[in-house]
């Protein structure tokens, strides 16, 4: 650790005309970081800004009932971005002012996403293959929200042999984008391999002023102070580390601005978060849905509760809201038995293998 008396913090970031509170950037998971969970990220504290799951500009602009239960939001989700994804610069124009006036603090095209069903219709990643047309939206979509900064997420570049995220980084700010998130894996990494810290570094070389965020692997404070350390990137944005541990941004943001690393929730804390994450899913979508959607969810939070079979085996086969309190009750009382005989144990041990969770 550097020594805390000549702890350099990186002053927060300011994205066009948005001051943001800090420095890291809660991460769009489409599936996951619905505002449900982003609520729950947010009162863990250290949440800069949040973002939704990328969304289709047609069924924005249509109101569909999936686009709307993507973009919902409340007044405590803020700052937030809205995340659009498509090729159609018209379109994608006309939902960037739709995003506008429904809560979008921030708008970010998607330039990232590998998955097949966005890059065959040129969309997401598909936009690093033809970088002309892509700014020419982009300075569309800069144009369509004056009063709103336009952000990008992009990866380093479609394979190894097309590294185009440093000029396409200079080319987004001189059409006006003001911030770039830089995912550092090529698509056609997809999520394999490690994050490359030296690729992010020629994102934030070839850009004048504007913030470049770092992303991809961050788990522990420490990742992202070495992310910043290394790259020189101005934030870093954090997204499967969250999903097991909405804390870590809080750990990430102390530990930047005083070079602290604080002690982990305690084990009611934490239950006490995946309670607020199942009533927020009952707010903001519906009983059935929070019950369905926690079976499985309960295997992220599981990750840094161990040991914790009773309350995984309890979670998946839960049918109401009292099942669901029985499962959390009836985990806590046990856990404070345990933790008596067990003074010492330390349930950092968390399972990284995050992929198996991911395909549920
Ligand atoms: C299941 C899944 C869904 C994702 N959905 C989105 C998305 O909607 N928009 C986006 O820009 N990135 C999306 N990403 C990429 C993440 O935002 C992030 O760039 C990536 O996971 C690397 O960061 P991490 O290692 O902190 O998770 C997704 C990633 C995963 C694993």
């Not at 000549?6 to 300011?14: C, G, K």
């Not at 449900?36 to 800004?49: D, E, K, N, W």
């Not at 095209?109 to 097949?116: A, E, L």
């Not at 047309?133 to 369509?144: E, G, I, S, Y």
Request: with cysteine.
């Amino acid at each position: 650790m550097e020594e805390v008396s000549t702890w350099i913090a990186p002053p927060p970031l300011h994205i066009g005309n948005v001051q943001l509170a800090g420095n890291v950037l809660l991460a769009p998971i489409a599936g996951y970081c619905d505002v449900s969970f982003r609520l729950v990220a947010r009162s863990c504290g250290g949440v800069a800004l949040a973002c939704t799951d990328l969304l289709c500009p047609e069924g924005v602009l249509r109101e569909n009932k999936r686009s709307m239960e993507l973009a919902a939001t409340c007044p405590e989700d803020s700052p937030l971005s809205m995340q659009l994804y498509g090729a159609d610069p018209q379109r994608l124009c006309d939902a960037a002012k739709w995003a506008a006036d429904h809560g979008a603090n921030i708008i970010d095209i998607n330039m990232g996403c590998p998955v097949d069903k966005i890059t065959k219709r040129d969309g997401g990643s598909a936009l690093l293959c033809n970088i002309p047309r892509t700014l020419d939206m982009a300075q569309r979509v800069v144009r369509a929200v004056p009063h709103i900064p336009v952000t990008a997420k992009v990866r380093l570049g479609w394979d190894d042999h097309r590294l185009v995220a440093p000029f396409l980084a200079n080319r987004l700010e001189q059409v006006g984008i003001a911030a770039v998130t830089v995912h550092g894996r090529t698509t056609e990494m997809r999520f394999h391999g490690t994050v490359r810290l030296d690729g992010i570094a020629a994102v934030v070389a070839a850009v004048d002023k504007i913030p470049i965020i770092g992303n991809g692997d961050i788990r522990t404070a420490q990742d992202a102070k070495q992310m910043i350390n290394v790259t020189g990137c101005a934030g870093v944005m954090i997204g499967r580390a969250a999903l097991a541990a909405p804390w870590v941004l809080r750990d990430v943001q102390t530990y930047l601005q005083t070079g602290v690393l604080l002690p982990p929730p305690t084990i009611q804390q934490k239950c006490q978060y995946m309670r607020d994450h199942f009533y927020n899913m009952i707010r903001f979508r519906n009983q059935r849905v929070a019950i369905l959607e926690f079976r499985k969810r309960v295997s992220w939070y599981a990750k840094h509760m161990n040991p914790c079979r009773l309350l995984r085996d309890a979670m998946r086969v839960i049918d109401s809201v009292e099942d669901f309190e029985a499962a959390v009750d009836n985990f806590l009382a046990w856990r404070a038995q345990w933790d008596l005989a067990n003074p010492h144990f330390s349930d950092t041990s968390a399972n990284t293998d995050e992929s198996e969770h991911l395909a549920a």
